[in-house]
C-alpha cells in the first residue's frame, strides 16, 4: 500500500525545537517532491515547504523561512522536517504530501500534532 | 503569489441537491494546475480533481471540475450524506503552492 506517515510531533515550550519526519512506503521516495502542509486548530490548510526529489532544492513560505528546514534521506526512504524557534502561531497538524512533477499532492499522511505552548 | 478565493464560504444544502463551489485566482494558473481537495473532521484532505477537471482514482462522477484560467469550478451534481464537508481549491502551477481558504457544505 502507498502511503507516508508523519511521526515526531507534539508539546513544545516556544522558542523550542521538534523535528518531525514523514516515512514512505509502497513507493520509492526518491522519485517524488514531498511538501509539507500544515493547519491550524479549526483552520485551513497552508503550504509550508517542499524538498525535490534529491534534496537539492527546497523551497519555504515566509512564515517559516530561516526557521524551518526539510531535508531527505531516500536510502531510509524519510523526509525530515527541522523546526526551529517555534512560536504559537507554529501550532498546528503537520502533513506530508507526495508529489509528482507536475501533479497535484495526492498521498498524504494522517499528520502530526505540534502544540506550541508553557 | 497565487491568492486563491473561494466563495461561498458555507453552502448549506440537503441531499440530492447540487453543489456549485467556486475558485477564483489572483493570477492565472499555470498550465491549469489546480486541485480540489475534501476534508471531513479528523482526516487528511483527500484529492478530488487535479488539471482543474479531471478526476482523481475512485473518485465518483458525481464530482465534476471545470474552468480555466483564473476561475475554477467544483460541482457536486447530487450530495450524498458522505458529501457534507469542506472543499479546498489549490493550485501547484507555480511556487509557492497555495490553498484556498476552504468551502464548508453542510446539511441544510
Known amino acids: 500500500e502507498v502511503q507516508v506517515v508523519e511521526s515526531g510531533g507534539g508539546l513544545v515550550q516556544p522558542g523550542g525545537s521538534l523535528r518531525l519526519s514523514c516515512a514512505a512506503s509502497?513507493?520509492?521516495?526518491?522519485?517524488?517532491?514531498i511538501n509539507w502542509v500544515r493547519q491550524a486548530p479549526g483552520k485551513g490548510l497552508v503550504w509550508v515547504s517542499r524538498?525535490?526529489?534529491?534534496?537539492?532544492?527546497?523551497i519555504y513560505a515566509d512564515s517559516v523561512k530561516g526557521r524551518f528546514t526539510v531535508s531527505r534521506d531516500n536510502a531510509k526512504n524519510t523526509v525530515y522536517l527541522q523546526m526551529n524557534s517555534l512560536g504559537a502561531e507554529d501550532t498546528a497538524v503537520y502533513y506530508c504530501?507526495?508529489?509528482?512533477?507536475?501533479?497535484?499532492?495526492?498521498?498524504w499522511g494522517q499528520g502530526t500534532l505540534v502544540t506550541v505552548s508553557s | 503569489e497565487i491568492v486563491l478565493t473561494q466563495s461561498p464560504g458555507t453552502l448549506s444544502l440537503s441531499p440530492g441537491e447540487r453543489a456549485t463551489l467556486s475558485c477564483r485566482a489572483s493570477?492565472?494558473?499555470?498550465?491549469?494546475?489546480l486541485a480540489w481537495y475534501q476534508q471531513k473532521p479528523g482526516q487528511a484532505p483527500r484529492l478530488l480533481i487535479y488539471?482543474?477537471?479531471s478526476r482523481a482514482t475512485g473518485i465518483p462522477d458525481r464530482f465534476s471540475g471545470s474552468g480555466s484560467g483564473t476561475d475554477f469550478t467544483l460541482t457536486i451534481s447530487r450530495l450524498e450524506p458522505e458529501d457534507f464537508a469542506v472543499y479546498y481549491c489549490?493550485?501547484?502551477?507555480?511556487?509557492?503552492?497555495?490553498f484556498g481558504e476552504g468551502a464548508k457544505v453542510e446539511i441544510k
Open positions: 493570477q492565472s494558473v499555470i498550465n491549469n494546475f
Open positions: 489549490q493550485q501547484y502551477g507555480s511556487s509557492p503552492l497555495t
Open positions: 488539471g482543474a477537471s
Open positions: 524538498i525535490d526529489p534529491d534534496g537539492s532544492s527546497t
Open positions: 509502497g513507493f520509492t521516495l526518491s522519485s517524488y517532491w
Open positions: 504530501a507526495r508529489q509528482a512533477r507536475d501533479e497535484p499532492l495526492e498521498c
